[in-house]
């Protein structure tokens, strides 16, 4: 099992900055790819970046390149989503993901989740 706790999360002017964090603890492995997912009310939760723990091999959806930067602390088995010049179609409540084999950007592919952290854009 492993567990996933997000943070950072909050409310931010559009054009603004925030940075979310994700701990993971119990079974991780290096290899494993880490996502953050985000949902907004009534709408399905969605892709928005990954990271291949191994060799840091990152991925983006299309709505967040430019903008976004996932990246990773390995002392701390942390990954962190930059976010920059936030929209308020940004707002949502932002999930990490685990999954242990390759990489994915369906939701149902990831095998952990965390709890979420709500990240608000106002205009």
């Known amino acids: 099992q492993v567990q996933l706790v997000e943070s950072g999360g909050g409310l931010v002017q559009a054009g603004g900055s925030l940075r979310v964090s994700c701990a993971a603890s119990?079974?991780?492995?290096?290899?494993?790819?880490m996502g953050w997912f985000r949902q907004a009310p009534g709408k399905e939760r969605e892709f928005v970046a990954a990271?291949?723990?191994?060799?840091?091999?990152?991925y983006y959806a299309d709505s967040v390149k430019g903008r976004f930067t996932i990246s990773r602390d390995n002392a701390k088995n942390t990954v962190y989503l930059q976010m920059n010049s936030l929209k308020p179609e940004d707002t949502a409540v932002y999930y990490c993901?685990?999954?242990?084999?390759?990489?994915?950007?369906?939701?149902?592919?990831?095998?952990?989740w965390g709890q979420g952290t709500q990240v608000t854009v106002s205009s």
């Open positions: 990271i291949i723990w191994r060799g840091s091999s990152i």
């Open positions: 993901a685990a999954r242990l084999l390759d990489f994915a950007t369906r939701k149902d592919a990831y095998d952990y």
């Open positions: 119990g079974r991780t492995v290096s290899s494993i790819t």
